[in-house]
């Protein structure tokens, strides 16, 4: 079986003699406007926690930072378990690459808080909503020359999708669609992470207007087991966000990922800077 | 004009020499359980950033990772800019203690980002909820024997406050009050972080019962500017908090706050561990 381009894209090499430092590749085939997809970085640095060899128990919670752009070349993940509590585990992250003078330049931080999951009283406060199912709602056709990540992703949106027209008409920022990899893979966190960064910006549809855009910071909480997320295998997750407040230059949108089972998988909130 | 409660509890010494490198103490006028108010502790590590003689614009993002309690004693807090962009700045930060064998521990991670602000279109997609005002709204005494952290708030609050019978009784997770600083302090960056860990623990509300828990992990996005929160003056603020799912242990909240004039000051996001 050929490796699928997620992993392909995250792939991380152990350095020897140096524990949490890892080596990996810019990823062309998650290429986004001026770097890799957001969401394909944080599905690396949660990578590096994963393939550690300290790791105790689950990710709950990543927070990742967008300093600067990634290039296509090599860079270097450094993960480092700062405190390890008897459930709980700290993380510390950042990826640097060489900038235009060859010196490293961190292009990205990040924490993260593993933990061993146990079974506690569950409610869930924000229900799947009533949506149709999958395969009633058409994909979305991405464009031969739509940016490559985009093709890594199916979405079928169902409410909130790209405004028809740019034409200043937009009335809300709320989206939900269904959305899984590219060929169709089994959901893990990594992929559980990257598909919480696919939403297009807020501020697109808030205006009907495309204006520059970028993601400065997203945290993700996984509500999910890796049981659970293997149950969910390979089918779709609902996706729901919608922003919260727009404001000198930044906006930020809570978001909600469910499997088809109406499971909550994760929640995400991120800050995005806008031009205008 | 004596010292407020807030400004003692997050007094920074800079260390000569050090770049980034402060010296505090933990606080008993904030003492929550088994330890400082996390309020205090978050903002006591953007005071470290607002100090750093290389900040760069305002606040914009704080996540806040606890990864032990702090004692009464004297801590270390780093705070490094690791990457400056024309109008962005990526900070990190750790708080260091000496634990029981005098080694220094990390009790807490964080990460920033300030940004110069300037005037860009805008929007509150998220408007303040209809609510009395504060006036209308009586203070909720604080025993005695109340912890400390409580006594340096004045809280009123409006809907979903803490259950008046502990009988697992709860049908719904949402909060809304009015607080300020008690005594009233003029808002600030460091004390708007500190009011955005001020709700209780929602499973405490969801349950009407009190299980132990602790946040593991905060995130606080700041809309508004310097310049407003100076406008906002020693007012109240509103704030409302309601949980997104509790499962294994941990649920999540997402929480907004507004000035009485009804500006988004700020946005919040936390994961809480909790027992059974």
Known sequence: ??????????????????PGTFTGHGSAAYWNMVGPYGGITAATLLRAVLQHPQVLGEPVALTVN?????????????????????????????????????????TTTATAVTAVRRETWRMADVPMPDVPPPGAVPVLPVPEQGMA??????????????????????????????????????????ALAALADAFFPRVWLRRARRVPAGTVSIT?????????????????????????EFRHG???????????????LATSHQIVYFKE
Do not use: K
């Open 1 to 18: 079986m050929p490796t699928h381009p997620l992993d392909a894209a995250t792939a991380l090499r152990a350095e020897t003699g140096a």
């Open 66 to 106: 967008y300093a600067g752009a990634l290039t296509e070349g090599p860079f270097t993940v450094q993960a480092t378990p700062v405190r390890t509590n008897r459930s709980t585990q700290h993380w510390t992250l950042s990826i640097l690459q060489a900038g235009p003078d060859g010196a490293p330049l961190v």
């Open 149 to 190: 990540w985009l093709h890594r992703y199916e979405m079928r949106p169902i409410s909130g999708g790209l405004p028809q027209r740019w034409d200043g008409s937009g009335e809300h920022s709320r989206t939900r669609l269904w959305m899984r990899d590219a060929p169709p893979r089994p959901l893990d966190f990594c």
């Open 220 to 244: 993700i909480y996984f509500h999910a087991s890796g049981a659970q997320l293997r149950d969910t295998g390979a089918g779709h997750v609902l996706g729901q966000a919608s922003a919260q």
């Open 250 to 264: 930044f906006f930020d949108h809570t978001a909600q990922l469910w499997n088809s089972a109406g499971l909550m």
